[in-house]
């Protein structure tokens, strides 16, 4: 079974850990003496609550996630979140600043303007958004209610290398691309939220880590299921909690604390990204596009400039188990996500073939 396993460069549904898909496998239709498969407990159940509950306490763990935040495992995916945000953080001045730095941003701050006002304090769609923009505090809306950044483009190949401080005005972040790639400091946060797929686990569920004060502010007429606080009453149990998601999402995390957690998968991912980067930046016929500071390293954007050879190479690599490196159908050419669960031999195997590509088409 595991021999025919390829190096997956897909943005998401992406690649998960050998072991965790093989740990599920074993659990799959008798998880602990149960007689029953994970889908088949009770979210009531006792087995559940110790999924739910651990999973919970080991992303606390893996984070450094202080008791004063809450941690939901909700549902609706990334896109849900553009809505519960403005929906529960607007609640004085109505207004929030965006930065837009792909279109994942665009349609979180076009999704706010449904509820309140949104101030686009900058874009880089100018230059197809390429670089993440630099923004003088001064221009900072003090009255806002919360500012909004997307911390890794995941189409786009940016991410953010240090973050707005915007002082008592709640920072609200994005991670889904980047979740647990880095470390990052949640106390600079008031919410954060990455849907499951790209870096955690399946399509299913999404995390919600949200600082306590900011619960409870919802507009009366906010549907139940979309206020924070019925989440956190219920410790993600108000209704049937996206059970198997969570799960996997659960050996995760458990596999990211074998690796010796966050920290020694960031030097990991750095590797990673260096490796293909330094691939890139030296090759005649390959380059990036996107701003050396801001560059991704979760999601790798290269082209050759010409579209033939851009199709070419991708189903070359294809040929090769290398899967899925086209780039997102609204910018063309290359991506190569390595997220966590790809190991430095496919990012190695990925620039064998670019060296091997470039040598068959030297101009
Ligand atoms: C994939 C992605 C989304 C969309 O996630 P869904 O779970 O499909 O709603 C949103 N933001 C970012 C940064 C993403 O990478």
């Not at 850990?17 to 159940?45: C, D, F, I, W």
């Not at 990052?184 to 870096?199: E, R």
């Not at 920290?263 to 030296?282: F, M, T």
Request: aromatic share 10%; proline share 5%.
């Amino acid at each position: 079974m595991t021999e025919k396993r390829i190096y997956n460069f897909s943005a998401g549904p992406s690649m998960m850990p050998l072991p965790v898909l093989e740990q599920a496998a074993a659990e799959m239709t008798n998880y602990r003496n149960s007689g029953m498969s994970v889908m088949e407990l009770s979210h009531r159940s006792k087995l559940f609550e110790e999924i739910l509950f651990k999973a919970e306490d080991d992303l606390r763990t893996l984070m450094n996630v202080p008791n004063n935040y809450k941690i939901l495992f909700l549902q609706g995916g990334a896109s849900l979140q553009f809505s519960m945000v403005p929906l529960n953080l607007f609640r004085a001045s109505r207004k929030a600043d965006y930065i837009i730095t792909g279109s994942w941003a665009k349609k979180a701050a076009q999704e706010a303007t449904r509820f309140g006002e949104v101030n686009i304090l900058a874009s880089s769609e100018d230059s197809v958004f390429t670089y993440i923009p630099d923004v003088d505090p001064a221009k900072y809306s003090k009255d806002a209610d919360y500012f909004y950044i997307t911390y890794n483009n995941t189409i786009y190949g940016t991410r953010y290398t240090s973050i707005p401080n915007t002082g008592y005005v709640p920072l609200v972040s994005d991670l889904s691309s980047m979740f647990l790639s880095e470390e990052i400091d949640i106390t600079k946060f008031g919410v954060v939220f990455a849907g499951a797929q790209k870096n955690v686990g399946p399509a299913g569920v999404t995390i919600v880590i949200i600082r306590d004060d900011l619960i409870g502010f919802a507009a009366p007429s906010t549907p139940v299921l979309l206020d924070y606080k019925t989440h956190a009453d219920n410790d993600s149990l108000y209704n049937t909690p996206p059970c198997f998601a969570i799960y996997m999402a659960g050996l995760t995390f458990q596999w990211v604390k074998q690796q010796g957690g966050v920290a020694a998968l960031q030097k990991i991912n750095e590797a990673k990204a260096n490796l293909l980067y330094q691939a890139i930046d030296d090759s005649p016929l390959f380059r990036c596009p996107v701003a050396k500071r801001d560059r991704s390293l979760m999601n790798v954007v290269f082209v050759t400039g010409d579209d033939v050879l851009d199709k070419e190479f991708i189903a070359g690599a294809k040929e090769r188990g290398l899967s899925n490196l086209g780039g997102h159908r609204t910018v063309g050419g290359m991506r190569a996500s390595i997220y966590n669960a790809m190991p430095v031999e496919g990012v190695q195997a990925l620039v064998d073939y670019m060296k091997e590509f470039e040598k068959n088409h030297s101009k």
